[in-house]
């Protein structure tokens, strides 16, 4: 079995990745079939999350009456009524984000498998699995920034639960109570506490991965993603290859992907995205992301900035750093 595993060395990635990844029209093969009918099904739900997080209005006026005027019973039960089904979201989102770690152990599974002999080969065969990669990586984000700007949800949810506990006390029925028990609660509420929960997901879930797997070289997974980065750069970058997008939404969608997939290879690698020894070409991916109109990259750049794990490290280059600030 052991010389079967094939460990691939920085040799095996010097040259970078040139082919097109076709995120628009990349159709599963037979081969590629049964993990992208499984992947597909979660998927199929991302959008309808996505605008029901960014309808999400929260209970905010409901909340303050009711902690302002505490012996006023009509106004504890109209936020109380306020807060029930918008929690029913909120475990709604949290459900799908477990949902979205077991359609990630899917793909991965198929594009570090030992089929192919490394991760570009990986790629270029299995586009339609690496296009559904990239829309995970592509809700992730979307996901985070829509949280990030939405202070209602954590306020809607330690308000559920301090009313709950008040009601537990006080021996009252809580017709809410079925929805969440305590134990899914905390989850719930550690879920939410993070900055950018959907990339906490996916990070803990590629590094499970890992662990999972022992008898795969970590670096069948992170060269997977380095080489997705890599694709990505060089499609940004490349005329021929970007005048093949269809859209300009394309090219914002490898965009998000490309630092997606550099923030997940951050968390996973040992020494991360911003090390020497790294083989994502930061400098480079930094530069692409800065030849855009500004406006449309501010967030891309911030998720750079502030959701990666090794950035400030000592052994980060200050060149790098320079390209950041």
């Known amino acids: ?33 049964e993990v992208w009918d499984q992947v597909d099904v979660v998927l199929k739900d991302a959008k309808g999350i996505l605008d029901e997080l960014q309808a999400y209005k929260g209970a905010g ?18 936020a109380w009524a306020a807060v029930v089904p918008l929690v029913g979201k909120l475990k709604k989102f949290y459900e799908f984000s ?17 089929t192919y002999n490394d991760p570009t080969q990986h790629l270029e065969r299995e586009q339609a699995l690496a296009k559904q990669f990239a829309e995970i990586l592509h809700f992730t984000l979307r996901f985070d920034e829509l949280k990030m700007t939405n202070p209602a949800i954590q306020n809607d949810f330690s308000y559920y639960r301090r009313t709950l506990s008040r009601m537990r006390i006080n021996n009252v029925p809580a017709e809410g109570e079925n929805e ?20 906490k997901t996916l990070s803990d879930g ?7 797997h022992k008898n795969l070289p970590i670096e069948n997974t992170t060269d997977c993603l380095s080489t997705m980065a890599m694709v990505c750069k060089v499609m940004l970058e490349t005329p021929e290859y970007r005048s093949r997008f269809s859209s300009e939404e394309t090219a914002s969608f490898c965009l998000r992907v490309m630092v997606g997939v550099i923030i ?10 911003f090390a020497k020894s790294s083989k994502i070409d930061m400098k480079g991916c ?28 000592e ?11």
């Open 1 to 33: 079995m052991g010389n079967l595993l094939k460990v691939l060395t920085c040799a095996d990635l010097e040259q970078e990745p040139n082919f097109f990844l076709d995120f628009e029209n990349a159709q599963p093969t037979d081969a590629e079939r």
């Open 61 to 78: 006026q409901e909340i303050r009456e009711a902690i302002q005027n505490p012996s006023d019973e009509a106004l504890q039960e109209q």
């Open 98 to 114: 477990q949902r979205l770690e077991a359609a990630l152990h899917s793909l991965l599974g198929a594009l570090t498998s030992m």
């Open 180 to 199: 969440v028990n305590n134990e899914l609660a905390n989850r719930i509420s550690l879920f939410y506490a993070d900055a950018t929960p959907m990339l």
């Open 206 to 212: 590629t590094t499970k991965f890992v662990s999972e």
């Open 264 to 273: 997940l290879y951050d968390y996973v690698h040992p020494v991360g995205a």
């Open 286 to 313: 930094i530069k692409v992301l800065k030849d855009q109109p500004p406006n449309s990259v501010e967030g891309l750049l911030n998720a750079l900035r502030y959701t990666t794990k090794h950035l400030n490290d």
């Open 315 to 325: 052994s980060t280059n200050k060149a790098i750093k320079n390209m950041l600030q």
